[in-house]
């Protein structure tokens, strides 16, 4: 079966500082991965996804950045966190190619920046 | 543009009956999901609907008209692990990217 895991759980940043949080998926090839951010109380934006090592969309302008070195493995990195990037970032996947898309979260990062 | 309308909150009684509606505006269209998020944890997969009408999974069924841009979660015997908040996102084309609502909180009462 499929597993995704995130890490770290939470973290405590300094605006200003560097961000790096990773996603890794097992069980499966090739798949679809999705970094998404959800401020408290509101829905989920979709930041970055990808369909393949190094092929990364952004769907929004900000100072984050995302990188997929390997097929499982999707970074969400940044070099100077705002308070604005702070939120619930969650990682996702979904099989390449199906009819149904259906994306399937990972454990999510608590960010809070200071 | 991309809309996703979902109300913002519901109460409901321990053993009721919920129905959480969803309308949707896309650009295209290629099925609706619903998803479950307890508070502070992942969002975890409910249902798809791609044609009309009504698809049952125990509980949980979901309705989907499309000419109407609606669907609907109903959530039958409530009990109070379901208060958690509800999403509805919709797949504009087929393509990876979903767009979701900001999500109805339901909150089950004894």
């Known amino acids: 079966s499929q597993t995704i895991h995130q890490w770290p759980a939470t973290l405590v940043q300094p605006v200003g500082s560097p961000l790096s949080l990773e996603c890794t998926v097992e069980?499966?090839?090739?798949?679809?991965l999705y970094w998404y951010r959800q401020a408290a109380g509101r829905g989920l934006q979709l930041l970055f996804y990808?369909?393949?090592?190094?092929?990364i969309s952004s769907e929004v302008p900000q100072n984050l950045s995302a990188s997929r070195p390997q097929d499982r493995q999707f970074i969400l990195s940044s070099k100077k966190l705002l308070l604005s990037d702070s939120g619930f970032y969650l990682c996702a996947w979904s099989v390449q190619g199906a009819l149904q898309e259906t994306q399937y979260f990972g454990p999510g990062t608590r960010l809070l920046v200071l | 543009g991309q809309n996703i309308d979902q109300p913002t909150e519901m109460t409901a009684t321990e053993g009721a009956i919920v129905q959480i509606n969803c309308t949707y505006q896309t650009s295209g269209f290629n099925g609706l999901f619903w998803y479950q998020q307890h508070a502070g944890e992942a969002p975890t997969f409910l249902s798809y609907?791609?044609?009309?009408g009504l698809e049952e999974k125990g509980r949980f069924s979901s309705f989907l008209s499309r000419s109407k841009g609606y669907s609907y979660l109903l959530l039958k015997e409530l009990q109070m692990k379901d208060s958690a908040s509800y999403l509805c996102a919709a797949s504009p084309e087929y393509g990876n990217k979903l767009v979701f609502g900001a999500g109805t909180i339901l909150r089950v009462k004894s």
């Open positions: 990808s369909v393949g090592i190094g092929q």
């Open positions: 069980g499966t090839s090739n798949p679809n």
């Open positions: 609907n791609v044609l009309d």
